[in-house]
Each structure stands twice: as C-alpha cells, then as structure tokens.
C-alpha cells in the first residue's frame, strides 16, 4: 500500500508541475508580426490589440504594446534640420530608461531597471541611421523583438558616386 501511495502522491507532483507550467509559462502563446519602426527598420513584435503608435515632430516614433509591456522608441536619422535635437532627445530618453545593472543573455548584453522591472537596450547602427531604445518586462519577449531587428541601409546617388570615384 505504500508503495502505490508513494506512486500515486509522484503521478500528481508531477501532473501538478506540468499543468502550472503549462498554465503560467508568459511566452509560450505568443505570435508574432512585424512592424516598420522606421523608415529603414522593421522588428517583429507580439500580435496584440493593445497598441499605440506616435510619430513626433521631430521624427521619433513610439511604439507601446500594453498586454506585454514593451516599448520601443526609434530615430531615423536622415532629415538635418531635426537631426541634432532628435539625438538630443533619444539621449535624454536613453538616460530615463536604461537602468544600471547589467546583464547577458546569450550573445546580447542589456540593461536592468529594478525600479520599473524592465529590460532595456539601446541599438545605434551609424550605417542605416537607426537609432532604437527597446524595453520589456518579459525577457523573452525582449530578446525575441532584439533578434528580429532588422535595418536597410539606403544609398543615394551622391553616395554611389562618392564609391565610383574612391575605387577610379
């Protein structure tokens, strides 16, 4: 009798273990889509209904997904006359959200803000002219919208030119 007892009381433990799983893993039901955070950039963000997206005055987009707790502010660094003051206010966005405490997952190195209990990093890629500040409460949210970054670099005649004319 104890021997089935002890099985019995294991069988549950471990249906008990995989249902909670099952029940509370917070990414394993998410699907993913892609939006266009620049003119120049796209990520893949999780498919929800509660969005909203701004483009300011100076070019800055905001993209805030409240089911997951993610936002993503991106620059696209093209029109001189909001160049400079667009910088001026991703650094200053980049100084309120990043937190102090620095972390790894895999290949990717973040920024933890214990305060607000958020992931937070923030890309520059000189190349395309995207400048992006993404933050999540999810980890693994966070690390699959930073994989699916993906940036066009645009040329123009005049760098075309400049290229012929450095290898003549």
Do not use: W
């Not at 294991?10 to 799983?21: D, I, K, P, R």
């Not at 889509?33 to 963000?45: F, G, Q, R, Y």
């Not at 395309?128 to 993404?134: D, Q, R």
Request: a negative charge; charged letters at 20%.
């Amino acid at each position: 009798m104890d021997k089935k007892m002890t099985v019995l009381l294991v069988a549950l433990f471990c249906l008990l273990c995989v249902g909670s799983y099952l029940i509370f893993e917070p990414a394993r039901h998410i699907s993913y889509h892609e939006v266009n955070l620049t003119d120049t950039c796209v990520a893949k963000v999780p498919v929800t209904d509660k969005v909203s997206s701004y483009t300011d005055n100076l070019n800055i987009h905001y993209y805030s997904d409240y089911e997951n707790d993610l936002n993503i502010t991106s620059f696209y660094d093209v029109a001189p006359e909001s160049s400079s003051q667009g910088h001026l206010r991703m650094d200053n966005l980049k100084k309120e959200v990043l937190g102090t405490e620095k972390g790894s997952a895999g290949n990717l190195t973040y920024y933890k803000n214990n305060n607000a209990g958020t992931y937070t990093m923030y890309v520059e890629d000189r190349m395309s002219h995207n400048y992006i500040l993404l933050s999540a409460k999810d980890l693994t949210i966070f690390t699959n919208v930073y994989s699916s970054l993906e940036a066009r670099i645009v040329v123009n005649e005049t760098d075309i030119d400049s290229l012929d004319s450095s290898y003549a």
